[in-house]
């Protein structure tokens, strides 16, 4: 009986342990890109968009369980691409979007910083800061779709 109990309390301290070791934390989850991708719906998006398995399985382990009724349900005011103007040439597909599709949403501005790498800066409905999503190999469709779905289509006057 009292094994029973030893054995139950080890796996029961174990469990939080081996979990935790399957999820990254927020410091390395930012580092490869992912501090915007708060659910693990997004990473099933995500998936979709970007067929390199490893990606993917970091995203998963930088995400948090989310409900059915939330799938991906979470939109902001606005957004900023922010970049830096000289590394600009090394990302086309950004450069794509912002000189021909950018205009299309009214609430995305784009924002010059220097030795930025291409992010999305995503705003509450207060314009302020909410998150960050790296988007330095995103496609210029990607970008496209995911403003689409992400960004409320109300003009905001920011």
Same mark, same amino acid.
């Given at each position: 009986m009292v094994e029973r109990f030893v054995f139950l309390v080890v796996v029961l301290l174990l469990v939080p342990l081996i979990s935790s070791a399957q999820q990254l934390s927020s410091k390395e989850c930012e580092n490869l890109g992912f501090s915007?991708?708060?659910l693990c719906s997004d990473c099933n998006t995500f998936a979709e968009y970007v067929k390199d398995e490893?990606?993917?399985s970091d995203c998963r382990k930088c995400c948090t369980e989310d409900s059915d009724d939330s799938m991906s349900?979470? !939109?902001y005011s606005g957004a900023v691409i922010e970049v830096?103007?000289?590394k600009l040439v090394f990302y086309p597909e950004v450069v794509g979007f912002i000189e021909?599709?950018?205009d299309q949403f009214p609430s995305?501005?784009?924002q010059y910083v220097f030795n930025s790498p291409p992010k999305l800066v995503m705003l509450d409905n207060d314009g302020q800061y909410k998150e960050t999503i790296r988007i330095d190999n995103w496609k210029r469709e990607h970008l496209h779709q995911f403003? !689409?779905?992400k960004v409320k289509r109300a003009s905001s006057t920011m």
């Open positions: 915007g991708l708060a490893e990606l993917v349900k979470i !939109t830096c103007m000289r021909e599709e950018k995305v501005k784009v403003l !689409t779905e």
